[in-house]
């Protein structure tokens, strides 16, 4: 079983930054990949970008890329997602969750692939 704790959200204007963390516990080990997603009501959850542990290969939705940045913290076993350039659309609920590895990185993206959830955290971007 693996526990994650999503923290750092909040209100924002937009071209702000935000950093968000989610600390993993439980039977975590290098043998996982992390990822974000986020979610809007009426919607389904959107891939943000997820990294495999093991080897910080990182890997990012299309739209994310150069905006947002996942790393992670092998001595606090935490996760990060650095967002900048906040736009409004950005304004969503952010999951952290965490897969076995093996899933392969072709399913990273997909949040059926995923065992275990955060309880998520607001992101709100004002204009």
């Known amino acids: 079983q693996v526990q994650l704790v999503e923290s750092g959200g909040g209100l924002v204007q937009a071209g702000g930054s935000l950093r968000l963390s989610c600390a993993a516990s439980g039977r975590t080990n290098s043998n996982y990949a992390m990822g974000w997603f986020r979610q809007t009501p009426g919607k389904e959850r959107e891939f943000v970008t997820a990294?495999?542990?093991?080897?910080?290969?990182?890997y990012y939705a299309e739209s994310m890329k150069g905006r947002f940045t996942i790393s992670r913290d092998n001595a606090k076993n935490t996760v990060y997602l650095q967002m900048d350039s906040l736009k409004p659309e950005d304004t969503a609920v952010y999951y952290c969750a965490a897969t076995p590895a093996a899933v392969g990185a072709s399913n990273y993206a997909r949040a059926i692939s995923y065992n275990y959830w955060g309880q998520g955290t607001q992101v709100t971007v004002s204009s």
């Open positions: 990294i495999r542990w093991s080897d910080r290969t990182t």
